[in-house]
């Protein structure tokens, strides 16, 4: 008898947040299931990119209230590694780099951190590794440069969606993945989330524009203005962002 699915679940109540003593998140309510996929969308500062550094336990942002909790286990006080092995996932919008640390080296680390009870042989990892490497073209040498070292943005873009395939998490938070990306290469990287994609996997895209979400349909979108959420609705209401702007959402 088969073992039933067990889907994953990211349940964000009343968020709070601030930094330097400047509150950044209001009240932030959102929940996301494995198989669906959200869109947080907002005009620049509405606190979208400092709610995927809140998820994933920046040092900087302080949690004034609220609670984030991945299938049922409370993450605020957790530290950004013990997040990571719980299965959350964020694509950072401004990759960082990290000089003497082999991509490869790692991609294999965090993969048997996150996953220890997996025995995976060195070879056919390396093998998978390569293989998607490819599909999100990046040459098979970066694979033992240092992270990020010397890396375009857009590379630095498709490396973070070979960690994502590579680590499989059970929530994947991808801030702007689209921002840096040509028109191919925003294909190769969309073709690799939608692969990935499954119904024990839940996503939410933080983008500005409709662009990414053309090739990734999302069932959800949300938008985010002054910290707080101020409309929910389905795809139509990206569309209706993309030809009309926010301000009717402000009610200007």
């Known amino acids: 008898m088969k073992g039933t699915v067990k889907m994953s679940e990211l349940v964000i109540k009343n968020l709070a947040a601030s930094i330097d003593d400047r509150e950044i998140l209001k009240d932030v309510s959102l929940t996301v299931k494995g198989g669906e996929i959200h869109a947080l969308m907002g005009p620049n500062g509405a606190g979208k990119s400092t709610l995927g550094y809140v998820l994933m336990g920046h040092p900087n942002y302080k949690v004034t209230g609220g609670s984030i909790k991945l299938n049922g286990v409370e993450l605020i006080n957790k530290t950004p590694e013990e997040r990571a092995r719980a299965g959350l996932f964020l694509a950072f ?3 960082v780099t990290v000089q003497g640390v082999k991509l490869s080296t790692f991609i294999r680390t965090a993969y048997n951190q996150m996953h220890p009870g997996e025995k995976i042989p060195i070879q056919q990892f390396y093998d998978s590794m ?5 599909k999100v073209g990046l040459d098979e040498s ?7 070292d010397g890396f375009s943005g857009g590379e630095r873009k498709r490396f973070e969606i070979l960690q994502m395939v590579m680590l499989k998490p059970k929530i994947v938070v991808l801030d702007e993945i689209d921002s840096g990306l040509d028109v191919d290469a925003l294909k190769m990287v969309a073709e690799e989330i939608r692969e990935f994609h499954n119904e024990e996997t839940g996503f939410l895209i933080i983008t500005h ?18 910290g707080k959420m101020a409309r929910d609705g389905n795809r139509d209401l990206s569309l209706r962002i993309e030809e009309e702007g ?3 959402i402000r009610g200007v």
């Open 93 to 95: 919008q401004n990759p």
């Open 130 to 134: 390569k293989q998607h490497m490819k």
């Open 142 to 148: 970066f694979i033992s440069r240092s992270i990020n």
């Open 209 to 226: 524009y409709q662009r990414i979400l053309k090739d990734i349909e999302p069932e959800f979108v949300h938008v985010l203005m002054d």
């Open 246 to 248: 926010y301000d009717w």
